[in-house]
T-cell receptor
């Protein structure tokens, strides 16, 4: 069964760090492109980061220099290291698989986890 | 990296059709046919409804369709049903590995 399960969300003070993980089952994390997307309380979706199958990564301007996306092929997990956290980083963080319909990537997201909540507050 | 523009709310009666617009710029929606639409029920993860402007993943009812004209993409929901009441988000590739989302539209079935 194709499934994504996020973990690692917690309450942290401003300036602190959190490491989120996404356990992938049913497909290979190294053979697909993967996203982190977040949703602040009562707000819309915001793209955070992407990692392509070849290892290329990129970040939204709002997190560039503070967040790092990585993957562990042996554990089939996707990770997000979040440093220098700010109150505005408070959100549910989703990992998602990039959609590929056989004729190439579509920059859409076809499989989502249930999300993990990061709260940044003093 | 500015968000795409969607109306905050839309509504329709059962059986009717509703169109939800998503306006971007010539650098995102206008430049790429990589517009996707998502449905999100409260407390749930988003679900992919439309990709590449008009295509539906398997399992998505054909009541959901998409289109694009210039810098504006649209999601059309035909034959509204009670279970269609949810938030809908558009997204577009904007080049240089960036994906932009719309602010979301809450659809109410009257």
């Amino acid at each position: 069964e194709v499934q994504l399960v996020e973990s690692g969300g917690n309450l942290v003070q401003p300036g602190g760090s959190l490491r989120l993980s996404c356990a992938v089952s049913g497909f290979s994390v190294t053979g697909n492109y993967m996203y982190w997307v977040r949703q602040a309380p009562g707000k819309g979706l915001e793209w955070v980061s992407v990692m392509y199958g070849g290892g290329t990564t990129d970040y939204a301007d709002s997190v560039k220099g503070r967040f790092t996306i990585s993957r562990d092929g042996s554990k089939n997990t996707l990770n997000l290291q979040m440093n220098s956290l700010r109150t505005e980083d408070t959100a549910v963080y989703y990992c998602a698989r990039g959609h590929n319909w056989g004729r190439g990537i579509t920059h859409g997201m076809d499989v989502w986890g249930q999300g993990t909540t990061a709260t940044v507050s003093s | 990296q500015s968000a795409l523009t969607q109306p905050p709310s839309a509504s329709g009666s059962p059986g009717q059709s509703v169109t939800i617009p998503c306006t971007g710029t010539s650098s995102d929606v206008g430049s790429y046919n990589y517009v996707s639409w998502y449905q999100q029920h409260p407390g749930k993860a988003p679900k992919l409804l439309i990709y590449e402007v008009t295509k539906r993943p398997s399992g998505v009812p054909d009541r959901f369709s998409g289109s694009k004209s210039g810098n504006t993409a649209s999601l059309i929901v035909s034959g509204l049903q009670a279970e269609d009441e949810a938030a809908y988000y558009c997204s577009s590739y904007a080049g240089k590995n960036v994906v932009l989302f719309g602010g979301g539209t809450t659809l109410t079935v009257l």
